[in-house]
Nanobody, 124 residues
Framework: QVQLEESGGGLVQAGGSLRLSCAASERTFSGHNMGWFRQSPGSEREFVAAVHWTGGSTYYADSVKGRFTISRDNTKRIVYLQMNSLKPGDTAGYCC?????????????????WGEGTQVTVSS
């Protein structure tokens, strides 16, 4: 069973910053690449960022590159998403999961089981 608990969301003005955290079970976290996704009402879930299980490599959607930073603490089984220079378009529910690069063209969850996520709202 996937166990994920996201936190750190909130309301922030455009240009501000937030740091999201995702605590995962050992089965979900250890040895797996981890990623963040977001979904706004009426839209499909979209990939935001991923980090290699070693923490040595990171990957980002073009829309957040240069503004967001993903990292992980393997001793605490937590993955972080530091979000800077936030824009109203970043408003969404954010969630994390263990991920892999499917079919050579997209990051996606290993299991389609999710935590509750954390809401980020950016005001203009």
């Amino acid at each position: 069973q996937v166990q994920l608990e996201e936190s750190g969301g909130g309301l922030v003005q455009a240009g501000g910053s937030l740091r999201l955290s995702c605590a995962a079970s050992e089965r979900t976290f250890s040895g797996h690449n981890m990623g963040w996704f977001r979904q706004s009402p009426g839209s499909e879930r979209e990939f935001v960022a991923a980090v290699h299980w070693t923490g040595g490599s990171t990957y980002y959607a073009d829309s957040v590159k240069g503004r967001f930073t993903i990292s992980r603490d393997n001793t605490k089984r937590i993955v972080y998403l530091q979000m800077n220079s936030l824009k109203p378009g970043d408003t969404a529910g954010y969630c994390c999961n263990a991920v892999q690069y499917w079919h050579g063209n997209a990051w996606g969850p290993i299991r389609d089981s999710w935590g509750e996520g954390t809401q980020v709202t950016v005001s203009s």
